[in-house]
């Protein structure tokens, strides 16, 4: 059953371009398995009205995830998202690995040495088994 793609959960914020945010949405709903393949994407009008975003802005992250190869779209015609399972794992490395490198700057900007850094994250790791 193909089913339309949700950005009910997206909410832009911080620095980065909205077009990218947009992009790293739906990558993450990719490796989540909330987006499964084959799942349609609203037409670029309609997301942009849903977002309330230039249509310009939707455009290029459209473009993009065609680039990146998670979007199949053909003019005129509807968008899916489209991934083998090879991608769907390389994707998931990618965002692993930037955001394992973005929380470790971010520990180091604040003075924690590694050892306090894998002690913390311990501990966070342990705390969320509990959840």
């Known amino acids: 059953m193909i089913r339309l793609v949700s950005f009910e959960g997206f ?12 992009v790293a949405y739906v990558k993450r709903g990719i490796v989540s398995g909330e987006i ?3 799942d349609e994407l609203p ?13 310009n802005t939707v455009q290029k992250a459209c473009r993009l995830m065609e680039e990146e190869g998670i ?17 769907r794992a390389e994707l998931r490395g ?11 700057q971010r520990l180091r900007q604040m003075g ?4 306090e850094a894998v002690r913390l994250i311990t501990k966070a790791w342990e ?4 959840q």
Request: hydrophobic content about 35%; aromatic content about 4%.
């Open 71 to 87: 979007l199949s779209s053909h003019a005129g015609a509807k968008s899916y998202v489209a991934f083998s399972p090879e991608r």
């Open 94 to 104: 990618e965002l692993v690995a930037e955001g394992v490198r973005a929380a470790a």
């Open 127 to 130: 705390e969320g088994k509990e």
């Open 112 to 115: 924690i040495t590694l050892e």
């Open 11 to 22: 909410k832009p914020e911080g620095n980065e371009p909205i077009y990218l945010q947009i």
């Open 43 to 55: 037409s670029r009008r309609t997301l942009s009205a849903l977002l309330g975003l230039n249509p």
């Open 36 to 38: 499964p393949d084959g």
